[in-house]
């Protein structure tokens, strides 16, 4: 699990193409008997990677649904055995409440996947 508030639980499901190219599948969960719209998710990794992130499934999630996703592609220059870090910005709306933005750095995924 790479986030979890009172709301949202996002899991990444990672694969290994190559020694250097992560390709992460980002997994939305809604925890709240609420929609939640304007689903976004961005993503920041270190200075030796580059991104590129596919469109997200959708941009909003039901109550206590599981049906967002979105994919990303990093590369590192670096060797591939170097641990993976990413700063994620998370933004949504709950139904009938006020915008929610969430910013976590994830530095603790595995690197022998």
């Known amino acids: 699990m790479a986030f979890e508030d009172d709301y949202v639980i996002l899991a990444f499901e990672l694969k290994r193409e190559g020694g250097n190219t992560h390709i992460i599948t980002a997994h939305f969960k809604n925890k709240s008997g609420s929609q939640l719209s304007s689903v976004n998710l961005q993503v920041a990794p270190q200075k030796n ?3 590129k992130m596919k469109p997200a499934s959708g941009t909003s999630i039901g109550a206590y649904m599981s049906d967002l996703s979105q994919q990303m592609h990093i ?4 060797e591939a055995n ?4 990413l700063k994620l910005k998370i933004n ?8 929610i933005s969430q910013i976590k750095v994830v530095n603790n995924l595995p690197n022998n996947y």
Do not use: D, F, I, R
């Open 75 to 78: 590369v590192s220059s670096m």
């Open 92 to 99: 949504y709306t709950p139904n009938g409440g006020a915008p």
């Open 49 to 51: 990677m580059t991104l």
């Open 82 to 85: 170097k641990a993976l870090q």
